[in-house]
């Protein structure tokens, strides 16, 4: 392994015309992490908006691998071989957040990604050392300026020292529901119950992987979402961030 890391540019934010409540602080950085369906996406962009702060999905990262994975109809199991198309895939979150777009090696594949079959795979693939090891360290590059990423391990391994942790949930039920929601709109969904049992298999092989497991940050913020609106979450997220940047 070379120990290179991808390239990765990222979209930077506006220097002005976005206004946000928490002003004249250094640049905070907010993970946030939990299982899918939880409503990390949702709520990083809002609050990455509020805040004037890069938004760092790095799922998709995750899945921009998977399908380079599947493009190259590589074997997931030859980890070296994943490893090293990991360092080499040129992976580029370009926008503002709420339209961010996912390029792989110069091609859109922001609709892509959220196949089924990228989705299965990069839960796969993430479980390899060494392709976290590559995207981490990118992560820590974009990160560190400021910003609000989401994912798995961002309190527990990307940035532990990260101003504001939260650990995002709601009931397999509810998760599930909004995944449906969500896979209907891909048009590749059968029913909630299928729903639920791929995403609780997901959710295990994530939770239970050797290298940086899916895990609440002891220090971490929990939320859970079940029966509360984006907006009532969103809020109660910015009062803890403002309080944290005090
Ligand atoms: O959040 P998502 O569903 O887009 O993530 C896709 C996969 O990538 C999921 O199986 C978990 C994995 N992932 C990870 O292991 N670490 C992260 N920081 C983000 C995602």
């Known amino acids: 392994m070379s120990g290179q890391t991808p390239k990765l540019k990222t979209q930077r934010p506006k ?15 907010i993970a946030i992490d939990g299982p899918s369906g939880a409503g990390k996406s949702t709520l990083g962009r809002l609050l990455a908006h509020a805040l004037n702060l890069l938004y760092i999905d ?9 399908l380079a994975v ?6 997931p199991t030859d980890k070296d071989a994943v490893v090293s198309l990991a360092e080499r895939s040129d992976i580029d979150l370009a ?5 961010l777009r996912v390029m792989l090696n110069g091609r859109d594949v922001t609709e ?14 993430s479980s390899i050392p060494g392709v976290r090891r590559a995207m981490v360290s990118r992560q820590r590059e974009m990160g560190r300026g400021g910003a609000v990423l989401n994912g798995r391990d961002i309190g527990t391994v990307v940035f532990p020292d990260a101003d504001v942790k939260f650990f995002l949930t709601a009931s397999a039920e509810e998760r599930a529901q909004r995944r449906f929601i969500e896979e209907q709109a891909q048009k590749h969904s059968t029913s909630i119950a299928q729903t639920l049992s791929e995403m609780t298999e997901r959710d295990r092989r994530d939770s239970t992987r050797t290298d940086s497991p899916l895990k609440v940050a002891d220090d971490a913020i929990v939320i859970d979402s079940t029966g509360r609106s984006i907006q009532e979450v969103f809020q109660k997220m910015m009062d803890l961030v403002e309080t944290a940047a005090r």
């Open 58 to 66: 790095t799922g998709s990262m995750y899945r921009a691998v998977a």
């Open 112 to 125: 892509q990604i959220r196949s089924e079959a990228v989705t299965d795979m990069s839960s796969i693939i």
């Open 95 to 99: 926008g503002e957040p709420d339209s």
């Open 70 to 75: 599947i493009q190259s109809q590589l074997d």
């Open 15 to 29: 220097a002005k015309g976005q206004k946000s409540r928490i002003k004249n602080l250094k640049p905070l950085i």
